[in-house]
């Protein structure tokens, strides 16, 4: 690899992550690989591998968009799935959808191509290592019993260009820039 994994995303309050930690070990279930509470982000865009020589453009494209402060609420759990459970989910409320649309209008100049499948804003809580229709119905289970969970509100004021760097232990997340709404 020659340049850096990078992503858009909106952080969440250290308050919020300490609760996603209970509620990560009220559905923990063999073979769902939970997301560590200090890395969950509302990711607006993954960029992947950006060559190095690229990233000040990139920060300066993100630095030109114009969103305003919103706020947003943590609320409810679902799941992406297709014929079995594969990402567990918190819901999000709050204007994500204009943040996201800037930011694609920002980077489509610099050959970051849209994203196919649309924008859901959500905090991804744990991956299936193989899905399978048993791992599917026991997760379908603790979602439908946290489908309705509020973790509250936060004000989205800023989000970052950040790098991933992917180790086995999991990633490590480091912030290259940070954009005030």
């Not at 070990?25 to 865009?45: D, M």
């Not at 100049?109 to 193989?130: I, K, M, N, Q, Y």
């Not at 086995?168 to 997340?173: D, E, L, V």
């Amino acid at each position: 690899m020659t340049g850096l994994r990078c992503f858009v995303a909106v952080e969440l309050p250290s308050s919020m992550r300490e609760e996603i930690g209970r509620l990560q070990s009220q559905i923990a279930t063999k073979g769902l690989r939970l997301v560590r509470p200090e890395l969950v982000h509302v990711t607006i865009k993954f960029l992947g591998d950006v060559p190095r020589e690229d990233i000040g453009l990139v920060t300066e494209a993100l630095g030109k968009v114009k969103a305003s402060p919103f706020p947003a609420r943590v609320l409810g759990m679902g799941a992406f799935s297709g014929r079995a459970v594969r990402v567990v989910w918190l819901g999000l409320t709050g204007d994500f959808q204009e943040l996201y649309r800037n930011v694609e209008q920002a980077l489509r100049p610099l050959g970051f191509a849209p994203e196919d499948r649309g924008f859901s804003a959500h905090v991804t809580l744990g991956r299936v290592a193989r899905p399978n229709p048993e791992m599917s119905r026991l997760l379908g289970e603790k979602i439908a019993e946290f489908s309705t969970q509020d973790l509250g509100s936060f004000n989205v004021d800023r989000f970052y260009l950040k790098k991933s760097t992917l180790t086995a232990g999991g990633p490590i997340y480091e912030d290259l820039a940070a954009f005030p709404l």
